[in-house]
């Protein structure tokens, strides 16, 4: 009867607290799994403190602006030293603070005199020390003038900076010719702000009257860029003069607008472009005219302007005759003279109260007589229009057929001259002036903007400002994704899921069926006489040669729990 070797193990329950799932699932976990879930939780952590914390920054604000680089420092130290947080902005141009702390933070340097670059008015009247000299005086009140100028110049819109500079003479009432005061002003604008004529007259006008006897002709404007904003002294501009040039061109742009507001309703707000040109004279005209009229006219009365008289005899003189008396003593009358008629003959002496005269005797007489004289001057204004010229443009019209289909079509000449005639009306056409207007029907070019040339959504400026924006938030989202997915994740489905657990048993009898050659690697060297676990082991293979069903029976009743027989 063969005998079979049966090696027995003997398992005995051990008895240990009970775990929970999360416990059991991480004592499971080998050494690299649980490093693994741990730093993913710590970095995921991490992650969302930095998210927490950066979506709660501080707006921030603008605390001063164009500052130099010694006040710049001055104001960076000191903020320093409060503990205030601040950063640069616009190239460091700008120093920010948190919104809430703008106000206090300026009070507070302002209290210790920061920024010193301030412009500074008739404060510094009040610092005046004892033993100023009057020049020292002078001075300071000539500083805080240009400071106070300086400052009301700053509240225009337009100006970011000014600078103001006067020139006050010393006045002396010895002197029989004073110097009249004058003054400079730098102004800095606003990047694509300027001023105009009225706004540049505004301030030449305000520093002219802040200061005593300074005539507006003696104030100088001058920009950043070193053009001359103010006119000159001689009020006389060399060549094409500014104020001139811009009255045509509000001329040409009124006619203009008048033409493209009449079209307009008819053809469609880009369907008409129009450009007029006017030719102004502003030469000034001053004509003196001297007219000499004869007096025509038997009614007119001459005036006598001058009388001579000569006379010139020989030989006896006439006895007086006639009766004593007044009437024989009267003096000759007036002579007259016709205005058209003939003249009386001259020399020839008349005989008067009767009486022949002997010898002989030349009289001769010269009468002026005042003449009509007409003085006319005449002195005509400046900037007449010459001459306009119109040129408009009208677009073809535009009609859709049954299909649906856009077609273009020239406008009826009847309808193109009555369109003319509008312009006409509108520009005050005056064919004597030498007026012109031309109007053509034509099909407008439309240039088609093709995608290519279109810059690509992510190179426009305003979506590179968002992508910036939300770069920080979609970058901390998804690194905060990454690790939860791919280290937090993996480690919580081995802790939930834990592997299935083989349920101990009874002492079972263990048969080891070896091979013929086994290897035992480190073993050593078998010694010649054979060991009890020897000889089981030969009787187990002899078993396996000799009856394999049996051995297949045991292997079969170890694997379905069940004793053996």
């Known amino acids: 009867m063969s005998t079979t070797a049966v090696a027995e193990l003997d398992i005995t329950p051990t008895t240990a607290k009970p775990r929970s799932a999360f416990g059991e699932g991480f004592a499971r976990m080998d050494p690299a799994q649980k490093v693994k879930l741990g730093v993913g939780a710590l970095a995921l952590i991490a992650v969302a403190l930095a998210f927490f914390f950066m979506g709660r920054q501080p707006e921030w604000r603008v605390l001063y602006a164009n500052l130099g680089d010694k006040d710049g420092g001055a104001v960076v130290a000191q ?261 058209n008629g003939a003249a009386a003959p001259v020399g020839v002496a008349s005989a008067q109260n009767g009486t022949d005269q002997a010898g002989n005797m030349r009289r001769q007489s010269v009468v002026n007589y005042e003449v009509d004289k007409t003085v006319k001057v005449v002195r005509e204004s400046s900037g007449q229009v010459r001459r306009l010229s119109a040129a408009v443009v009208i677009n073809h019209r535009t009609t859709l057929d049954k299909a649906g289909k856009e077609t273009t079509a020239a406008i009826p000449p009847e309808q193109l001259e009555q369109m003319t005639a509008l312009v006409r009306e509108t520009i005050g056409f005056n064919r004597e002036r030498g007026d012109s207007v031309n109007l053509v029907n034509a099909a407008f070019n439309v240039e088609k903007t093709s995608e290519a040339d279109e810059a690509v959504w992510w190179q426009q400026p305003a979506n590179q400002d968002v992508m910036r924006s939300l770069a920080w938030p979609i970058g901390m989202v998804g690194l905060g994704l990454l690790l939860l997915l791919g280290m937090v994740r993996p480690g919580l489905k081995l802790i939930k899921n834990p592997a299935p657990r083989l349920e101990a048993t009874a002492v079972q009898p263990l048969s080891a069926v070896l091979n013929e050659t086994p290897e035992r690697p480190g073993l050593p060297m078998p010694s010649n006489e054979p060991t009890p676990e020897a000889l089981r082991l030969s009787d187990a293979k002899r078993l396996a040669l000799e009856n394999p069903a049996a051995v297949a029976n045991i292997v079969k009743g170890w694997v379905n729990g069940e004793a053996p027989a």
């Open 79 to 339: 903020l320093s030293q409060m503990n205030v947080p601040y950063k640069h902005a616009e190239g460091g141009q700008a120093i920010m603070v948190p919104a809430d702390k703008v106000h206090d933070t300026r009070l507070r340097l302002a209290s210790q005199g920061l920024p010193k670059g301030s412009v500074t008015g008739f404060e510094l009247m009040e610092a005046n020390r004892f033993g100023m000299t009057q020049f020292q005086e002078r001075l300071t009140f000539q500083r805080g003038l240009e400071g106070e100028l300086t400052r009301s110049i700053q509240s225009l819109s337009s100006v970011a900076s000014a600078r103001v500079h006067l020139a006050l003479p010393n006045q002396n009432g010895f002197f029989r010719e004073q110097q009249k005061p004058s003054a400079s002003v730098l102004l800095t604008l606003h990047a694509g702000r300027t001023l105009d004529r009225a706004q540049v007259a505004g301030i030449v006008h305000l520093v002219a009257s802040s200061v005593p006897e300074m005539n507006p002709k003696a104030v100088s404007i001058v920009d950043d860029a070193g053009s001359l904003l103010s006119s000159p002294p001689d009020g006389q501009a060399q060549g094409a003069d500014t104020q001139k040039l811009q009255y045509v061109q509000q001329l040409e742009q009124l006619y203009t607008r008048r033409i493209l507001d009449m079209l307009e309703p008819l053809v469609g707000r880009n369907n008409v472009k129009a450009q007029v040109s006017a030719e102004v004279d502003f030469s000034q005209v001053e004509s003196t005219s001297e007219q000499h009229r004869p007096n025509q006219g038997a009614d007119t009365t001459a005036t006598v302007r001058s009388t001579q008289t000569l006379e010139d005899g020989s030989g006896a003189r006439a006895q007086p005759s006639g009766v004593p008396g007044a009437v024989s003593n009267q003096p000759p009358a007036t002579g007259t003279a016709p205005i």
